[in-house]
């Protein structure tokens, strides 16, 4: 099983700064099958970016993915008030398909 | 629109059973997989599982392989997700999710998700 770990576990930062989340495998991950999501309180998860730095329909272009082999990242530009949220990174290269633990970014 | 209706809320007692369901609508149910994601309360994601519609092949996370069962009913379009005997550390949120297949099992991600059904278990 390849466990995602993520880092920071929460992230205070103030609207309009740069938001910088890492998600780390323990083995190498095809970039085409890594995936981040964002959940607000109370919503289901949404995703906001596939095959590691695509886009999903409708996503603001503030967000971006990059990384390749065992290292990830989702970068935020400039954080608005509703980017403040739980950040999920998920890996569908092998079964079974693992989510890291999640970043909470928060107002600072 | 792709919309994932899931049934509703639950309260049930331990050992007693269990079936919810996820029935998809706005596009054609078998191109896509059907996946369960578990959310205990104040918890993380956990992948559950995934079914494909198209030959209704399954596949378990070993963490819960043999604790639950995934279905589904092509005629209706709807997926579902059961529990024999309920445990109390089954209170949790249950999401079902549209997976986007690809070749040898792997996939692209999630790109629908239902609304989440509560699952409380207690005596």
């Known amino acids: 099983e390849i466990v995602l770990t993520q880092s920071p576990g929460t992230l205070s930062l103030s609207p309009g700064e740069r938001a910088t989340l890492s998600c780390r495998a323990s083995?190498?991950?095809?970039?085409?099958?890594l995936a981040w999501y964002q959940q607000k309180p109370g919503q289901a998860p949404r995703v906001l970016i596939y095959?590691?730095?695509s886009r999903a329909t409708g996503i603001p272009d503030r967000f971006s993915g990059s990384g390749s082999g065992a290292d990830f990242t989702l970068t935020i530009s400039r954080l608005e008030p509703e980017d403040f949220a739980v950040y999920y990174c998920q890996q569908c290269d092998n079964s079974p398909y693992t989510f890291g633990q999640g970043t909470k970014l928060e107002i600072k | 629109e792709v919309q994932l209706v899931q049934s509703g809320a639950e309260v049930k007692k331990p050992g007693e059973s269990l079936r919810i369901s996820c029935k998809g609508s706005g596009y054609s149910f078998t191109n896509y997989w059907i996946t369960w994601v578990r959310q205990m309360p104040g918890k993380g994601l956990e992948w559950m599982g995934r079914?494909?519609?198209?030959?209704?092949?399954?596949n378990y996370s070993p963490s819960f392989q043999g604790h639950v069962t995934i279905s589904l009913d092509k005629s209706i379009s709807t997926a579902y997700l059961q529990w024999s005997s309920l445990k109390a550390s089954d209170n949790a949120m249950y999401y079902c999710?549209?997976?986007?297949?690809?070749?040898?099992?792997?996939?692209?991600?999630?790109?629908?998700w239902g609304q989440g059904t509560l699952v409380t278990v207690s005596s």
């Open positions: 079914i494909d519609p198209s030959d209704s092949y399954i």
């Open positions: 095959g590691a730095s």
């Open positions: 083995q190498s991950v095809s970039s085409s099958y």
């Open positions: 999710a549209r997976q986007i297949p690809g070749s040898k099992g792997h996939s692209k991600g999630v790109d629908s």
